[in-house]
Protein backbone atom coordinates (compact mmCIF):
# COMPACT_ATOMS: atom_id res chain seq x y z
CA UNK A 1 0.00 0.00 0.00
CA UNK A 2 1.22 3.71 -1.08
CA UNK A 3 0.81 6.52 2.14
CA UNK A 4 2.73 9.01 0.00
CA UNK A 5 1.02 8.87 -2.85
CA UNK A 6 1.74 12.38 -4.79
CA UNK A 7 4.73 12.36 -3.95
CA UNK A 8 7.99 11.00 -6.41
CA UNK A 9 11.32 10.09 -5.21
CA UNK A 10 13.14 13.44 -4.53
CA UNK A 11 15.98 14.29 -6.96
CA UNK A 12 18.67 17.19 -6.57
CA UNK A 13 17.81 20.06 -8.87
CA UNK A 14 20.40 22.62 -7.81
CA UNK A 15 20.33 26.11 -5.60
CA UNK A 16 17.65 27.65 -8.38
CA UNK A 17 15.05 25.06 -8.19
CA UNK A 18 11.91 26.17 -7.04
CA UNK A 19 10.20 22.61 -6.45
CA UNK A 20 9.53 22.25 -2.60
CA UNK A 21 10.04 18.73 -3.60
CA UNK A 22 13.60 18.54 -4.74
CA UNK A 23 17.37 19.19 -3.55
CA UNK A 24 18.64 22.30 -3.41
CA UNK A 25 22.14 21.89 -2.64
CA UNK A 26 22.25 18.23 -1.54
CA UNK A 27 23.84 15.77 -4.04
CA UNK A 28 24.34 12.21 -3.57
CA UNK A 29 26.65 11.70 -6.34
CA UNK A 30 28.54 15.02 -5.54
CA UNK A 31 32.53 14.11 -4.44
CA UNK A 32 33.85 16.08 -1.90
CA UNK A 33 36.91 15.01 -0.26
CA UNK A 34 37.07 11.94 -1.94
CA UNK A 35 33.31 10.20 -1.39
CA UNK A 36 29.97 11.00 -2.38
CA UNK A 37 27.97 13.08 -0.34
CA UNK A 38 25.72 10.31 0.62
CA UNK A 39 28.71 8.59 1.73
CA UNK A 40 30.03 11.29 3.59
CA UNK A 41 27.17 12.83 5.41
CA UNK A 42 25.56 9.12 6.04
CA UNK A 43 21.86 10.47 6.83
CA UNK A 44 19.36 8.42 8.69
CA UNK A 45 15.48 8.95 9.00
CA UNK A 46 14.23 8.85 12.98
CA UNK A 47 11.86 5.98 13.01
CA UNK A 48 10.45 7.51 16.23
CA UNK A 49 9.92 11.49 15.40
CA UNK A 50 8.94 10.72 11.42
CA UNK A 51 6.31 7.37 12.09
CA UNK A 52 5.23 7.47 15.62
CA UNK A 53 5.24 11.32 16.60
CA UNK A 54 1.74 12.55 16.96
CA UNK A 55 3.05 16.07 17.80
CA UNK A 56 1.25 16.21 20.94
CA UNK A 57 2.15 18.47 23.65
CA UNK A 58 1.79 19.02 27.84
CA UNK A 59 -0.53 21.23 26.89
CA UNK A 60 -2.21 19.92 23.36
CA UNK A 61 -3.37 16.20 21.70
CA UNK A 62 -1.81 15.49 18.55
CA UNK A 63 -1.78 17.36 15.48
CA UNK A 64 -0.22 15.02 13.00
CA UNK A 65 -2.36 13.83 10.39
CA UNK A 66 -0.88 10.38 9.20
CA UNK A 67 -2.77 7.97 6.66
CA UNK A 68 -1.35 4.94 8.87
CA UNK A 69 -2.80 6.01 11.91
CA UNK A 70 -6.42 4.93 11.19
CA UNK A 71 -4.81 1.08 12.32
CA UNK A 72 -3.91 -0.54 15.40
CA UNK A 73 -2.02 -2.47 17.89
CA UNK A 74 0.17 -4.30 15.17
CA UNK A 75 -1.84 -3.58 12.11
CA UNK A 76 -0.18 0.22 13.06
CA UNK A 77 2.90 -0.96 13.69
CA UNK A 78 2.93 -3.43 10.27
CA UNK A 79 1.73 -0.16 8.73
CA UNK A 80 3.79 1.91 9.95
CA UNK A 81 7.01 -0.22 8.24
CA UNK A 82 5.24 0.18 5.12
CA UNK A 83 5.11 3.68 4.96
CA UNK A 84 8.68 4.05 6.22
CA UNK A 85 10.36 2.19 3.76
CA UNK A 86 8.20 3.77 1.24
CA UNK A 87 9.64 7.40 2.94
CA UNK A 88 13.00 5.71 3.08
CA UNK A 89 12.78 5.26 -0.98
CA UNK A 90 11.41 8.34 -1.73
CA UNK A 91 13.98 10.56 0.27
CA UNK A 92 16.68 8.35 -1.25
CA UNK A 93 17.84 7.94 2.38
CA UNK A 94 20.95 5.08 3.11
CA UNK A 95 19.91 4.87 6.76
CA UNK A 96 17.06 4.57 9.40
CA UNK A 97 17.22 4.61 13.16
CA UNK A 98 14.89 2.78 16.12
CA UNK A 99 13.87 2.10 19.55
CA UNK A 100 12.12 -1.11 20.35
CA UNK A 101 9.03 0.12 20.81
CA UNK A 102 9.15 2.52 18.05
CA UNK A 103 8.62 -0.29 15.92
CA UNK A 104 6.53 -2.67 17.62
CA UNK A 105 4.04 -2.62 21.07
CA UNK A 106 4.82 -3.40 23.99
CA UNK A 107 2.71 -6.45 25.18
CA UNK A 108 1.20 -7.82 28.58
CA UNK A 109 4.85 -9.20 29.66
CA UNK A 110 7.97 -9.13 27.98
CA UNK A 111 7.82 -12.17 26.62
CA UNK A 112 4.40 -10.88 24.57
CA UNK A 113 7.03 -7.78 23.73
CA UNK A 114 9.79 -10.09 22.54
CA UNK A 115 7.05 -11.44 20.12
CA UNK A 116 5.64 -8.38 18.94
CA UNK A 117 9.24 -7.44 18.26
CA UNK A 118 10.07 -10.65 16.53
CA UNK A 119 7.03 -10.12 14.32
CA UNK A 120 8.32 -6.56 13.03
CA UNK A 121 11.82 -7.14 12.83
CA UNK A 122 11.09 -10.13 10.61
CA UNK A 123 9.26 -7.73 8.31
CA UNK A 124 11.72 -5.09 8.37
CA UNK A 125 14.29 -7.65 7.50
CA UNK A 126 12.22 -8.32 4.58
CA UNK A 127 11.92 -5.26 3.37
CA UNK A 128 15.65 -4.68 3.25
CA UNK A 129 16.46 -7.12 1.08
CA UNK A 130 15.26 -4.87 -1.37
CA UNK A 131 16.42 -1.63 -0.44
CA UNK A 132 19.56 0.21 -0.39
CA UNK A 133 18.48 2.06 3.32
CA UNK A 134 20.46 0.47 6.14
CA UNK A 135 20.30 0.29 9.88
CA UNK A 136 22.48 2.89 11.71
CA UNK A 137 21.52 2.26 14.97
CA UNK A 138 18.75 0.69 17.54
CA UNK A 139 18.23 1.22 20.70
CA UNK A 140 15.49 -0.04 23.34
CA UNK A 141 13.43 2.78 24.95
CA UNK A 142 14.18 1.69 29.17
CA UNK A 143 12.72 5.15 30.22
CA UNK A 144 8.94 5.75 29.27
CA UNK A 145 7.05 2.74 31.15
CA UNK A 146 6.30 3.61 34.59
CA UNK A 147 8.62 0.82 35.61
CA UNK A 148 11.38 3.00 34.91
CA UNK A 149 10.21 5.40 37.02
CA UNK A 150 13.63 5.10 39.39
CA UNK A 151 15.45 4.40 36.20
CA UNK A 152 16.74 1.60 34.58
CA UNK A 153 20.28 0.29 35.23
CA UNK A 154 20.78 2.90 38.28
CA UNK A 155 16.75 2.04 39.41
CA UNK A 156 16.83 1.69 43.05
CA UNK A 157 15.09 -1.90 42.32
CA UNK A 158 17.08 -5.17 41.36
CA UNK A 159 13.98 -6.35 39.74
CA UNK A 160 14.00 -3.03 37.36
CA UNK A 161 17.31 -3.67 36.67
CA UNK A 162 16.93 -6.94 35.71
CA UNK A 163 14.18 -6.02 33.57
CA UNK A 164 16.27 -3.35 31.59
CA UNK A 165 19.07 -6.02 31.02
CA UNK A 166 16.91 -8.25 29.41
CA UNK A 167 15.19 -5.69 27.51
CA UNK A 168 19.25 -4.90 25.94
CA UNK A 169 19.54 -7.96 25.37
CA UNK A 170 17.05 -8.58 22.80
CA UNK A 171 18.09 -5.19 21.39
CA UNK A 172 21.30 -6.76 20.75
CA UNK A 173 19.80 -9.61 18.88
CA UNK A 174 17.90 -7.59 17.03
CA UNK A 175 20.60 -5.28 15.56
CA UNK A 176 22.59 -8.29 14.94
CA UNK A 177 19.57 -9.60 12.78
CA UNK A 178 19.07 -6.55 11.13
CA UNK A 179 22.99 -5.83 10.65
CA UNK A 180 22.93 -2.73 12.98
CA UNK A 181 26.34 -0.68 12.27
CA UNK A 182 26.13 1.00 15.63
CA UNK A 183 23.91 0.61 19.09
CA UNK A 184 23.30 3.63 21.08
CA UNK A 185 22.54 3.88 25.10
CA UNK A 186 20.63 6.52 26.10
CA UNK A 187 20.15 6.85 29.65
CA UNK A 188 16.81 8.62 30.06
CA UNK A 189 16.01 7.57 33.41
CA UNK A 190 19.72 7.20 34.36
CA UNK A 191 19.92 9.95 36.84
CA UNK A 192 18.28 11.24 40.21
CA UNK A 193 15.94 13.68 41.05
CA UNK A 194 17.36 14.53 44.36
CA UNK A 195 19.96 13.24 46.43
CA UNK A 196 17.95 13.00 49.87
CA UNK A 197 16.97 9.50 48.61
CA UNK A 198 19.72 8.66 46.47
CA UNK A 199 22.91 6.80 46.35
CA UNK A 200 24.95 7.62 43.57
CA UNK A 201 27.52 5.79 43.86
CA UNK A 202 25.78 2.27 43.64
CA UNK A 203 23.79 3.88 40.78
CA UNK A 204 26.61 4.97 38.83
CA UNK A 205 28.73 1.46 39.86
CA UNK A 206 25.27 -0.80 38.56
CA UNK A 207 25.23 1.51 35.15
CA UNK A 208 28.91 0.81 35.04
CA UNK A 209 28.50 -3.37 35.67
CA UNK A 210 25.59 -2.96 33.20
CA UNK A 211 27.68 -1.57 30.26
CA UNK A 212 30.14 -4.33 31.05
CA UNK A 213 27.21 -7.07 30.49
CA UNK A 214 26.36 -5.48 26.91
CA UNK A 215 30.05 -5.35 25.80
CA UNK A 216 30.48 -9.60 26.94
CA UNK A 217 27.13 -10.16 25.37
CA UNK A 218 27.27 -8.27 22.09
CA UNK A 219 30.92 -10.53 22.11
CA UNK A 220 29.02 -13.91 22.93
CA UNK A 221 26.74 -13.28 19.84
CA UNK A 222 29.27 -12.14 17.62
CA UNK A 223 27.37 -8.34 17.11
CA UNK A 224 30.40 -6.32 16.05
CA UNK A 225 28.74 -2.84 16.06
CA UNK A 226 29.86 0.15 17.48
CA UNK A 227 28.41 1.29 20.80
CA UNK A 228 27.27 4.42 21.34
CA UNK A 229 26.61 6.45 24.72
CA UNK A 230 24.07 9.71 24.41
CA UNK A 231 24.66 12.55 26.49
CA UNK A 232 21.90 14.89 27.72
CA UNK A 233 22.45 17.19 31.11
CA UNK A 234 18.60 16.52 32.19
CA UNK A 235 14.71 16.05 30.68
CA UNK A 236 13.06 13.97 31.69
CA UNK A 237 15.74 13.58 35.31
CA UNK A 238 16.78 16.43 36.95
CA UNK A 239 20.37 15.47 36.61
CA UNK A 240 21.03 12.85 34.63
CA UNK A 241 24.52 10.58 34.78
CA UNK A 242 25.72 11.21 31.13
CA UNK A 243 25.36 15.27 31.15
CA UNK A 244 27.52 15.77 28.62
CA UNK A 245 30.68 14.28 26.35
CA UNK A 246 33.32 15.22 28.92
CA UNK A 247 30.95 13.46 32.01
CA UNK A 248 30.17 10.90 30.07
CA UNK A 249 33.79 10.16 29.14
CA UNK A 250 35.22 10.05 32.89
CA UNK A 251 32.63 7.67 33.66
CA UNK A 252 33.91 5.15 30.37
CA UNK A 253 37.26 5.89 32.03
CA UNK A 254 36.84 5.16 36.05
CA UNK A 255 34.78 1.98 34.92
CA UNK A 256 37.11 0.75 32.31
CA UNK A 257 35.24 1.04 29.34
CA UNK A 258 36.83 3.45 27.45
CA UNK A 259 37.78 1.01 24.87
CA UNK A 260 34.31 -0.29 23.72
CA UNK A 261 32.12 3.29 23.57
CA UNK A 262 32.38 6.31 21.69
CA UNK A 263 29.84 9.29 21.72
CA UNK A 264 26.39 9.60 19.51
CA UNK A 265 25.69 13.84 19.92
CA UNK A 266 22.65 15.57 19.74
CA UNK A 267 22.91 19.11 18.92
CA UNK A 268 20.16 20.07 21.46
CA UNK A 269 21.39 18.13 24.21
CA UNK A 270 24.37 20.25 23.63
CA UNK A 271 23.19 23.24 23.90
CA UNK A 272 20.72 21.82 26.77
CA UNK A 273 24.32 20.79 28.80
CA UNK A 274 25.85 24.86 28.04
CA UNK A 275 27.56 24.37 25.59
CA UNK A 276 27.35 24.54 21.64
CA UNK A 277 26.84 21.72 18.96
CA UNK A 278 30.60 22.18 18.14
CA UNK A 279 32.07 21.83 21.77
CA UNK A 280 30.97 18.52 22.39
CA UNK A 281 31.76 17.59 18.68
CA UNK A 282 35.19 19.10 19.06
CA UNK A 283 35.80 17.78 22.71
CA UNK A 284 34.53 13.93 21.13
CA UNK A 285 36.95 14.02 18.10
CA UNK A 286 40.24 15.27 20.03
CA UNK A 287 39.51 12.21 22.69
CA UNK A 288 38.77 10.23 19.81
CA UNK A 289 35.42 9.38 20.75
CA UNK A 290 33.42 11.16 17.97
CA UNK A 291 30.92 8.12 16.92
CA UNK A 292 27.83 9.56 15.28
CA UNK A 293 25.43 12.46 15.70
CA UNK A 294 22.07 13.16 16.01
CA UNK A 295 20.90 16.04 13.97
CA UNK A 296 19.00 18.68 15.36
CA UNK A 297 18.65 22.26 16.96
CA UNK A 298 17.12 23.60 19.67
CA UNK A 299 15.15 27.18 19.69
CA UNK A 300 17.07 30.05 21.23
CA UNK A 301 14.17 31.31 23.21
CA UNK A 302 12.76 27.72 24.89
CA UNK A 303 14.78 25.58 27.19
CA UNK A 304 14.08 22.24 26.65
CA UNK A 305 14.58 20.22 24.05
CA UNK A 306 12.60 21.35 21.33
CA UNK A 307 14.22 19.07 18.36
CA UNK A 308 14.05 20.85 15.54
CA UNK A 309 15.26 20.10 12.28
CA UNK A 310 18.83 21.64 11.32
CA UNK A 311 18.55 25.01 9.25
CA UNK A 312 20.83 27.05 10.68
CA UNK A 313 23.56 26.95 8.42
CA UNK A 314 26.10 28.44 11.03
CA UNK A 315 26.00 25.48 12.94
CA UNK A 316 25.85 22.94 10.37
CA UNK A 317 29.25 24.53 8.90
CA UNK A 318 30.86 24.47 12.13
CA UNK A 319 29.76 20.73 13.14
CA UNK A 320 31.17 19.34 9.45
CA UNK A 321 34.47 21.47 9.99
CA UNK A 322 34.81 19.05 12.97
CA UNK A 323 33.97 16.11 11.53
CA UNK A 324 36.01 16.32 8.51
CA UNK A 325 38.27 17.05 10.69
CA UNK A 326 37.67 13.75 12.68
CA UNK A 327 38.34 12.02 9.10
CA UNK A 328 34.29 11.77 8.70
CA UNK A 329 32.26 9.28 11.24
CA UNK A 330 33.13 6.16 10.23
CA UNK A 331 30.18 4.09 11.17
CA UNK A 332 28.61 6.69 12.54
CA UNK A 333 26.41 9.18 10.31
CA UNK A 334 24.01 11.91 10.85
CA UNK A 335 20.13 11.02 12.02
CA UNK A 336 18.06 13.34 11.76
CA UNK A 337 16.73 13.19 15.82
CA UNK A 338 13.94 15.85 14.94
CA UNK A 339 10.37 16.42 14.47
CA UNK A 340 8.42 18.77 12.46
CA UNK A 341 6.45 21.42 14.37
CA UNK A 342 3.21 21.55 15.78
CA UNK A 343 1.70 23.41 13.02
CA UNK A 344 2.97 21.02 10.22
CA UNK A 345 1.23 18.04 10.24
CA UNK A 346 0.46 17.31 7.04
CA UNK A 347 2.38 14.20 5.58
CA UNK A 348 4.27 15.78 2.79
CA UNK A 349 5.44 17.86 5.92
CA UNK A 350 7.57 15.09 6.66
CA UNK A 351 9.45 15.77 3.17
CA UNK A 352 9.85 19.22 3.55
CA UNK A 353 11.65 18.69 7.04
CA UNK A 354 13.96 16.31 6.38
CA UNK A 355 14.89 17.88 2.87
CA UNK A 356 15.90 21.40 4.88
CA UNK A 357 17.81 19.56 7.11
CA UNK A 358 20.07 17.45 4.16
CA UNK A 359 20.26 20.55 2.38
CA UNK A 360 21.74 22.63 5.34
CA UNK A 361 23.97 20.03 6.32
CA UNK A 362 25.10 19.59 2.65
CA UNK A 363 25.91 23.24 2.83
CA UNK A 364 27.75 22.98 5.64
CA UNK A 365 30.46 20.30 4.61
CA UNK A 366 31.02 22.04 1.09
CA UNK A 367 32.07 25.15 3.00
CA UNK A 368 33.42 23.62 5.86
CA UNK A 369 36.10 21.44 3.28
CA UNK A 370 36.50 25.08 1.79
CA UNK A 371 37.86 26.54 5.20
CA UNK A 372 39.80 23.54 5.63
CA UNK A 373 41.68 23.39 1.96
CA UNK A 374 42.08 27.62 2.01
CA UNK A 375 43.61 27.17 5.74
CA UNK A 376 42.30 30.45 7.00
CA UNK A 377 41.01 29.06 10.52
CA UNK A 378 43.51 26.85 11.00
CA UNK A 379 46.29 29.51 10.24
CA UNK A 380 44.58 32.26 12.82
CA UNK A 381 45.16 29.29 15.34
CA UNK A 382 48.61 28.57 14.85
CA UNK A 383 49.33 31.83 14.68
CA UNK A 384 47.99 32.41 18.01
CA UNK A 385 50.03 29.71 19.72
CA UNK A 386 53.00 29.75 17.72
CA UNK A 387 54.86 30.98 21.25
CA UNK A 388 54.86 27.33 22.25
CA UNK A 389 56.95 26.88 18.63
CA UNK A 390 60.20 27.47 20.63
CA UNK A 391 62.03 29.17 23.71
CA UNK A 392 59.75 28.65 26.67
CA UNK A 393 56.86 27.26 25.17
CA UNK A 394 58.44 24.74 23.20
CA UNK A 395 59.83 23.85 27.20
CA UNK A 396 56.66 23.86 28.59
CA UNK A 397 55.43 21.59 25.58
CA UNK A 398 58.09 18.91 25.48
CA UNK A 399 58.25 19.01 29.59
CA UNK A 400 61.62 20.04 29.96
CA UNK A 401 61.03 22.96 32.19
CA UNK A 402 60.25 23.49 35.85
CA UNK A 403 58.65 26.10 38.34
CA UNK A 404 62.30 27.61 38.94
CA UNK A 405 62.94 28.07 35.54
CA UNK A 406 59.57 29.27 34.58
CA UNK A 407 60.45 31.84 37.38
CA UNK A 408 63.57 32.95 36.30
CA UNK A 409 62.38 33.65 32.50
CA UNK A 410 59.32 35.19 33.76
CA UNK A 411 61.79 37.70 36.10
CA UNK A 412 63.54 38.61 33.10
CA UNK A 413 60.50 39.62 31.17
CA UNK A 414 60.20 43.52 30.40
CA UNK A 415 56.89 43.49 29.19
CA UNK A 416 54.85 40.84 27.57
CA UNK A 417 52.93 41.05 24.02
CA UNK A 418 49.70 39.32 22.88
CA UNK A 419 48.25 39.08 19.56
CA UNK A 420 44.62 39.86 19.04
CA UNK A 421 42.20 36.61 19.41
CA UNK A 422 40.41 38.32 16.05
CA UNK A 423 36.82 36.64 16.75
CA UNK A 424 35.32 39.22 14.37
CA UNK A 425 37.34 38.42 11.66
CA UNK A 426 37.19 35.09 12.59
CA UNK A 427 33.25 35.26 11.95
CA UNK A 428 33.54 37.61 9.19
CA UNK A 429 35.57 35.51 7.33
CA UNK A 430 32.48 31.92 7.90
CA UNK A 431 30.09 34.49 6.65
CA UNK A 432 32.04 34.82 3.66
CA UNK A 433 32.30 31.56 2.88
CA UNK A 434 28.76 30.71 3.79
CA UNK A 435 27.63 33.68 1.22
CA UNK A 436 30.07 32.57 -1.54
CA UNK A 437 28.36 29.12 -1.60
CA UNK A 438 24.91 30.56 -1.53
CA UNK A 439 25.90 32.69 -4.56
CA UNK A 440 27.18 29.73 -6.31
CA UNK A 441 30.87 30.60 -5.93
CA UNK A 442 33.57 28.07 -6.29
Not at 410 to 427: C, D, F, T, V, Y
Amino acid sequence: MAYFNNIDKIKYEGSESTNPYAFKFYNPEETINGQTMEEYLRFGVAYWHTFTEDLSDPFGVGTAQRPWDRYEGMDLAKARVEAAFEFFEKLNVPYFCFHDVDIAPEGNSLRESNENLDTIVSMIKDYMKDSKTKLLWNTVNNFTHPRFVHGAASSSEADVFAYAAAKVKKGLEVGKELGSENYVFWGGREGYETLLNTDMKLELDNLGRFYHMAVNYAKEIGFDAQFLIEPKPKEPTTHQYDFDVASGYAFLQKYDLQDHFKFNIEANHATLAGHTFEHELHYARINNVLGSVDANQGHPLLGWDTDEFPTDLYSTTLAMYEIIKNGGLGRGGLNFDAKVRRGSFKPEDLFHAHIAGMDSFAVGLKVAQKLLEDGGLENIIEDRYSSYKDGIGKDIVNGTTDFHKLEQHALGLESISQPSGRLENIKAIINQYLLKTFAGEK
